[in-house]
């Protein structure tokens, strides 16, 4: 587990080069990134956007023997499919029209270092082919050059997407997936490590102190709120509060009433006018902690010597937890998806798909 000190040093120096919590989710992570920093192994990191995927990335780099040099991020959903090749690989003059000079392309400009390929799920299929190339091969040609180049690139890719759901479904080529799971890290969403949360917070207060803003600070009340809100963009999204509270509440105390209306709706205590700020409560913390734990322990039956039908089971456990959901709530599904930390979309798809309208 991260020592507090050293935590809070690095938040006083902002120069936090790993995922920041004390979550055993994220103890978990960094624990991997130190067991492959040093190692030419392709990493695959896998976890729902704003999760912290290139933090991971840069972690990696950053612990690894190559961190004199460079880093280079590109993002693969970003950049139209007819360009792409060209951003990775780089073009000679005249290559096709525009082409007005030669130009480096990404793979040329990390040599020695890093190469992030940050959402290739949404890399075409014509294109996954090269890539799958320069990874066997380690070469690759320029746009409009028969002359190959040969490169020393540390390749990490990332996704939200369900890579083998797209190999089943024929969008993503199974070589190429199999080619970058070499060593698979999965980032915990933010829901998943919540007692990270205000550690967090406090990061991000310190990353706009240093812009020279002032920030708001957050009473116990406001702080419960967010610890139960679901939190669908995960840390992105609690940096961007961050910021929209640093401009509107600048220099004061934020109380649950203050919050924004989608986080104030989980708030379930009344803040007192002599509230204090709790940015790092630790009996809310504990008391989270352990009733994780608790429900870990529930859930640890061995499995039956004639064995189950697993995705049978899971279903079950998934039916259950919506109709407890939607029972607590009185059926209004915008409250049960805040409980069961979904987007209601995904509620209402998941209640459709097992015809639960109207179950609870």
């Given at each position: 587990?991260?020592?507090l000190?050293?935590v809070?040093?690095?938040?006083?120096?902002?120069k936090?080069?790993?995922?920041?919590?004390n979550?055993p989710?994220?103890a978990?992570?960094?624990?991997?990134i130190?067991?492959?920093?040093?190692?030419?192994?392709?990493?695959l990191?896998q976890?729902?956007?704003?999760?912290?995927?290139?933090?991971?990335?840069r972690?990696?780099?950053?612990?690894s023997?190559?961190?004199?040099?460079?880093f280079v991020?590109?993002?693969?959903?970003?950049?139209?499919?007819?360009?792409?090749e060209s951003?990775?690989?780089?073009?000679?003059?005249?290559?096709?029209t525009?082409?007005i000079?030669?130009r480096?392309?990404?793979?040329?400009?990390?040599?020695g270092g890093?190469l992030?390929?940050?959402?290739?799920?949404?890399?075409s299929?014509?294109m996954?082919?090269?890539i799958?190339?320069?990874l066997?091969e380690?070469?690759y040609?320029?746009?409009?050059?028969?002359?190959?180049m040969?490169c020393?690139?540390r390749?990490?890719a990332?996704?939200?997407?369900?890579?083998?759901?797209?190999?089943?479904?024929g969008?993503?080529r199974?070589d190429l997936?199999?080619?970058?799971?070499?060593?698979?890290i999965h980032v915990?969403?933010l829901r998943?490590r919540?007692?990270d949360?205000?550690l967090l917070l406090?990061?991000?207060r310190?990353?706009?102190?240093?812009?020279?803003?002032q920030t708001?600070e957050?009473?116990?009340?406001a702080?419960?709120?967010?610890?139960h809100?679901g939190?669908?963009?995960n840390?992105r999204e609690?940096?961007?509060?961050v910021e929209?509270?640093?401009i509107?509440h600048?220099g004061?105390?934020?109380?649950?009433r203050d919050l924004?209306?989608?986080?104030a709706?989980?708030a379930?205590i009344?803040?007192?006018?002599?509230a204090?700020?709790?940015?790092?409560?630790?009996?809310?913390?504990?008391?989270?902690?352990t009733?994780r734990?608790?429900?870990?322990s529930d859930?640890?039956?061995g499995?039956?010597?004639?064995g189950m039908?697993l995705k049978?089971?899971l279903?079950?456990?998934?039916?259950?937890?919506?109709?407890?959901?939607?029972?607590?709530?009185g059926?209004?599904?915008s409250?049960?998806?805040?409980?069961?930390?979904?987007?209601?979309?995904?509620?209402?798809?998941?209640m459709?798909?097992?015809?639960?309208?109207?179950?609870?």
């Amino acid at each position: 587990m991260m020592n507090l000190g050293v935590v809070e040093n690095a938040l006083q120096n902002n120069k936090v080069t790993s995922p920041l919590g004390n979550s055993p989710a994220i103890a978990h992570v960094r624990r991997l990134i130190t067991q492959v920093a040093n190692h030419s192994t392709l990493v695959l990191i896998q976890g729902e956007s704003g999760s912290g995927k290139e933090v991971v990335a840069r972690a990696l780099h950053d612990s690894s023997d190559r961190v004199g040099k460079p880093f280079v991020p590109v993002n693969c959903g970003a950049i139209p499919a007819d360009l792409l090749e060209s951003e990775l690989f780089g073009h000679e003059k005249g290559a096709f029209t525009g082409a007005i000079a030669t130009r480096k392309g990404r793979f040329e400009m990390a040599e020695g270092g890093t190469l992030f390929l940050d959402e290739i799920g949404d890399m075409s299929l014509p294109m996954q082919v090269k890539i799958l190339r320069v990874l066997q091969e380690r070469c690759y040609e320029r746009v409009g050059s028969n002359q190959t180049m040969r490169c020393n690139v540390r390749i990490i890719a990332a996704t939200h997407r369900d890579l083998e759901a797209m190999v089943d479904a024929g969008s993503f080529r199974q070589d190429l997936f199999f080619r970058l799971n070499v060593f698979p890290i999965h980032v915990p969403s933010l829901r998943q490590r919540i007692e990270d949360l205000p550690l967090l917070l406090q990061h991000f207060r310190r990353k706009r102190e240093a812009l020279g803003e002032q920030t708001a600070e957050f009473s116990q009340g406001a702080l419960q709120a967010l610890m139960h809100y679901g939190w669908p963009g995960n840390i992105r999204e609690l940096e961007n509060l961050v910021e929209r509270l640093s401009i509107t509440h600048g220099g004061q105390l934020v109380r649950a009433r203050d919050l924004p209306a989608r986080y104030a709706a989980n708030a379930d205590i009344e803040d007192g006018e002599d509230a204090k700020s709790c940015l790092l409560d630790k009996p809310l913390i504990a008391a989270i902690t352990t009733s994780r734990a608790n429900a870990a322990s529930d859930s640890s039956a061995g499995l039956p010597s004639e064995g189950m039908d697993l995705k049978q089971y899971l279903q079950d456990l998934e039916v259950n937890y919506i109709n407890e959901a939607m029972r607590q709530v009185g059926g209004v599904v915008s409250h049960a998806a805040r409980l069961l930390g979904l987007q209601r979309t995904t509620l209402v798809e998941k209640m459709k798909k097992f015809g639960l309208q109207g179950a609870w």
